[in-house]
């Protein structure tokens, strides 16, 4: 059977390189590639697939010039910010991505972030790298408790409910900001928020879970953070441009904030270096879904997408159908 000729645009773990080697016709590049030139690869290729990661950014123009024997782009990432999904629809192309298989590692992170800021990880971590030696006294460098305080979560999908559901694990208190409300069965007792600023002053941390939209940029902002009372810990595993970031250093600085974690950021790898002097931020770069397992799980899923589109079969993941 022939295999389906694809180009792989990003740079995979072994294993999902291997099942490339055996189900697929690809070159395995060394290195991320561009939109445009993953698309020039595409054409020369005559391949029938993309297989690309949020660092393809794959605008109008770069999707415009897609011929006709691309059937299907598949994004190995549950976000699609980087692909510009009304053009890609207009074009014909079948778009997937790779919900579910990261939700619990992506709530790992965030719940990871929730104990790192409130318990100063970072500070701690380099108190012992630079030699510790001096006892601390009983009411010196302390943190806060996580342990049965109201989270806020912005964006109950998917992985928000995974975040919650690790909260009730520390008997915290859930409130809810979403689009709809969800059903009881997968509220679970979390307080559905319908008035985003209302949940503001209520949340001693707050987690953010939504996709970045025109609807989302810059939600958190100095007005929502001036909401939160005084003290509370901000942690974002969802995208950067959820966030202002200068409004959050602000906050950071005046103490508005105790404590941020951050995985993700307006621009990435060349984050604002500002969060690197705070000492009250712990930063991690956007490994949310980055386990051995999980990573290959969303190759895998890719690959699954693209294998069934090739064959003249429906998208497992289409972004619309
Ligand atoms: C995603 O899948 O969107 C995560 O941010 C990992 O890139």
């Not at 022939?2 to 060394?30: H, S, W």
């Not at 800021?117 to 108190?127: D, L, P």
């Not at 008035?195 to 929502?224: K, Q, W, Y």
């Not at 500002?274 to 009250?280: G, H, I, K, S």
Request: neutral net charge.
């Amino acid at each position: 059977m022939t295999k389906a000729r694809i180009v792989v645009a990003t740079r995979l773990p072994v294993a999902v390189v291997e099942r490339i080697g055996r189900d697929f016709d690809a070159i395995i590049p060394d290195h991320d590639l561009d939109g445009e030139t993953a698309l020039q690869d595409v054409i020369a290729r005559q391949a029938e697939g993309l297989l690309v990661s949020g660092k393809t950014k794959l605008t109008a123009e770069v999707i415009g010039q897609a011929p006709d024997h691309l059937k299907i782009v598949a994004t190995c990432s549950v976000g699609f910010d980087h692909i510009d999904v009304a053009a890609a629809r207009r074009r014909g192309l079948v778009v997937t991505n790779t919900p579910d298989v990261l939700t619990d590692c992506t709530a790992d992170m965030a719940f990871l972030l929730i104990l790192a800021a409130s318990r100063r990880a970072a500070e701690y971590e380099q108190t012992m790298r630079k030699g510790w030696r001096q006892a601390f006294g009983m009411g010196e460098f302390l943190g806060l408790s996580v342990s049965g305080k109201t989270l806020g979560i912005l964006g109950m999908g998917r992985i928000g409910q995974a975040v919650a559901r690790r909260a009730r694990g520390f008997g915290m208190t859930i409130l809810y900001s979403n689009r709809h409300r969800l059903p009881a069965d997968l509220e679970q007792g979390a307080e559905y928020c319908a008035d985003f600023d209302a949940m503001l002053p209520r949340c001693d941390i707050l987690s953010v879970h939504a996709p970045a939209s025109a609807e989302t940029d810059g939600i958190i902002n100095a007005r929502t953070l001036a909401l939160l009372p005084r003290g509370a810990v901000f942690v974002n595993t969802a995208r950067g441009k959820l966030v202002d970031e200068e409004a959050l250093i602000a906050a950071l600085q005046n103490g508005q904030l105790f404590a941020a974690g951050l995985d993700v950021f307006r621009d990435e790898p060349q984050f604002d270096l500002r969060f690197a002097t705070l000492p009250n931020v712990f930063l991690c770069p956007h490994m949310g879904s980055a386990t051995v397992e999980t990573r290959n799980a969303m190759g895998f899923r890719a690959l699954d997408n693209i294998a069934a589109v090739c064959a003249g079969k429906p998208p497992i993941d289409p972004l619309w159908r």
